[in-house]
């Protein structure tokens, strides 16, 4: 029996999704995937959530369990296999990022990175404020607490349930990560808020997204999950 290498609770996860050309994709796109289209279209996520209660092989790291983390990832298939592609991954802490990168060679940074969650009468709102070059970046939902449960052909569902992560090697093989977790419920988006320097944090090539109104936005509730070791891919 495989042992998850990280358990945590992963909560309130915003995704913020928008359609992109495939070129802007092509050099993150591991080989033997493609990519993982709904209505025609390649899409990214700029995702942000807390990490609660971690744990690396079964170890709490003092100071080092609950963080926040705002990531940058698209859409793959691998066959009949559905996961995600990350382009960059932020938390506040240099040792989280370094050991992401050391045992995932997963694209992680350290950047002072905060977030908050408000509770009131019916409403949640969940703020996560990224200090970037010497910019505030803010991505804000606000969120009515009415939980419900989408379909699998929905949209919502479309982005926020995926069991697999690709990546790469550092001599450019694929990889391929088991992301365990059940089906998460979703909070009905109200509004949202997001001023963000796409091109200071992704390069310029992203710069763009700033005048683009997104596909889509989830806020999910989140769960427990269990992240497995990766394994390397066959080549295709």
């Known amino acids: 029996m495989t042992i998850a290498f ?6 309130n996860l915003g995704l913020i999704s928008y359609a992109v050309p495939d070129q802007l994709l092509q050099p993150y796109l591991p080989n033997g995937l493609e990519l993982d289209r709904r209505d025609g279209s390649a899409f990214v996520s700029l995702v942000v959530f807390d990490f609660l209660q971690t744990k690396v092989l079964g170890v709490a790291w003092p100071g080092f369990r609950n963080f926040a983390e705002m990531n940058l990832r698209f859409y793959v298939r691998r066959g009949q296999q559905r996961g995600v592609v990350f382009v960059r991954e932020i938390v506040p802490q240099w ?17 002072p990175l905060q977030s908050q969650t ?24 606000n969120a009515s607490n009415q939980l419900y449960h989408p379909d699998a052909a929905s949209t919502e569902h479309f982005f926020k349930e ?12 694929p990889i391929i990560y088991r992301v365990e977790h059940p089906e998460w419920d979703v909070y009905p988006v109200e509004r949202y808020q997001l001023h963000f320097d796409w091109g200071a944090i992704y390069g310029p090539q992203w710069a763009w997204l700033a005048n683009e109104t997104p596909y889509s936005v989830v806020l999910a509730k989140g769960s427990a999950v269990k992240v497995f070791p990766h394994q390397k891919l066959p080549n295709p």
């Open 6 to 11: 990280l358990t945590a609770q992963w909560a």
């Open 95 to 111: 040792l989280v990022a370094t050991l992401a990168n050391v045992i995932y060679n997963e694209p992680y940074v350290a950047a």
């Open 118 to 141: 408000q509770h009131s009468p019916g409403q949640i709102t969940v703020e996560h404020t990224l200090y970037w070059q010497s910019q505030t970046n803010l991505v804000k939902l």
């Open 162 to 173: 995926h069991e697999w992560g690709f990546g790469r090697r550092r001599n450019g093989k």
